[in-house]
Nanobody
């Protein structure tokens, strides 16, 4: 079992930046593809970014490419999401997730997630 705890959410103005962090509780974290999802009220969770277990390959949904960057530090069992040039459309609750031993091509589907964090709120004002 992997427990995930997010931090770093908050409120910013459009054009600003935030860095989300996710701390994992179990050593097995290091063998997991890690992902970030986001959700707005009334909608399902949207996969935003993924990173392979070794950190060598990253994936992004088109809407955040060039603005967001996912990274990880396996020694610290941390996963990060650097978010730049934020816009009101990025307002959501952001969830850290563990996708199992590899990042499949459909990493962005909720069904690929093995473990979820509780989420952290990001609010971007115009």
């Amino acid at each position: 079992q992997v427990q995930l705890t997010e931090s770093g959410g908050g409120s910013v103005q459009a054009g600003g930046s935030l860095r989300l962090s996710c701390l994992a509780s179990a050593y097995s974290y290091r063998t997991n593809c890690m992902t970030w999802f986001r959700q707005v009220p009334g909608k399902g969770r949207e996969g935003v970014a993924a990173i392979t277990e070794d950190g060598a390959v990253t994936y992004y949904v088109d809407s955040v490419k060039g603005r967001f960057a996912i990274s990880r530090d396996n020694a610290k069992m941390m996963t990060y999401l650097q978010m730049n040039n934020l816009g009101p459309e990025d307002t959501a609750t952001y969830f850290c997730a563990a996708n199992g031993y590899r990042c499949f091509t459909d990493w962005y589907l909720e069904g690929r997630v093995s473990y979820w964090g509780r989420g952290t709120q990001v609010t971007v004002s115009a």
